[in-house]
């Protein structure tokens, strides 16, 4: 599976994502379509702004330090939500952030969706990382020598 | 809205610092020799601690045992689960 993502008006790579919780919620029967920044700098799955996310009805699973960009520690919700991309569901813990104004997807979301993520200047892409993406890598590597291999394992 | 706001509710204020001190008090010491790096997830009111890679796995394993828990989530061996650089 491939999905496309973009850069938003602020050039953060973004993606659209659908976000719905355990029961429909009358408000909201198709959940909340959002765009979130891809960040690799936020290890979580997603952080999601607090005023945004509460008509959902999120069940709230628990509560976590979190610190932020500031190295200011803050204790934060946790609510169990289901995300949508390219028509796979899967259910992850959402950060509810008071003080956020984006929605922010972290290396927890990639990881979850066993996405790898190409960025180039103008296009994003999120590809699956199944047989045949691990098939192409292989081949990419053989084709490209052993120098790019040795790059690759030098990446943490 | 602010964290204030969200602070008005005690309850919920007192669930965390709840569950942080059943970390430190019954888990830490253990952990932290034995699970350094991952995510801990510790059900408030069973005093239950499910330990996995990832906040999203700890809370799914505590779940299986413990529906409807309310968790403190804690990555063992550091001051906070994640940091967020923006």
Redesign the interface.
């Known amino acids: 599976m491939l999905v496309n993502g973009f850069y938003d008006e602020k050039r953060n790579p973004s993606l659209t994502i659908r976000l719905s919780g355990i029961a429909t919620h009358a408000a909201m029967p198709d959940g909340l379509i959002v765009d979130g ?1 891809l ?1 690799t ?5 997603v ?1 999601a702004p ?2 945004e996310i509460l008509p959902l009805g999120l069940p ?10 500031d190295s200011s ?3 934060r ?2 609510a ?1 939500a289901c995300v949508t991309v390219g028509g796979r569901a899967l ?3 959402v ?1 509810l ?3 956020a104004k ?1 929605f ?1 997807l ?1 290396l ?1 979301f990639l ?2 969706f066993n996405f790898a993520l190409v960025l180039t200047d103008r296009e994003i892409c999120l590809i699956e990382k199944d047989d045949q993406w691990a098939k192409g890598f292989d081949n990419w590597i053989a084709a490209t020598g052993s120098q790019n291999r040795s790059i690759i394992r030098a990446t943490p | ?3 204030t ?2 602070w008005d509710f005690p309850d ?2 007192e ?2 610092e709840r ?2 001190e059943i970390y430190r008090k019954k888990y830490q010491a253990d952990f932290e020799a034995r699970y350094r790096g991952q995510v801990a ?1 510790i059900d408030v009111h069973s005093e239950r601690a499910f330990v996995a890679p ?3 796995e700890a ?2 394993n505590g ?1 299986a045992e413990c529906p409807g828990a ?5 990555r063992v061996g550091f ?8």
């Open positions: 920044v960040d700098g936020f290890a979580g799955f952080a607090i005023t709230l699973s628990g509560m976590t330090p979190m610190i932020l960009a520690m803050h204790q919700l946790a169990l259910w992850g813990e950060v952030d008071p003080t984006e922010l972290g927890e990881r979850t | 809205m602010n964290d706001v969200i919920l204020r669930l965390g569950g942080a997830a990832t906040m999203t809370g799914r779940r309310f968790f403190y989530f804690v001051a906070a689960v994640y940091r967020c650089r923006r």
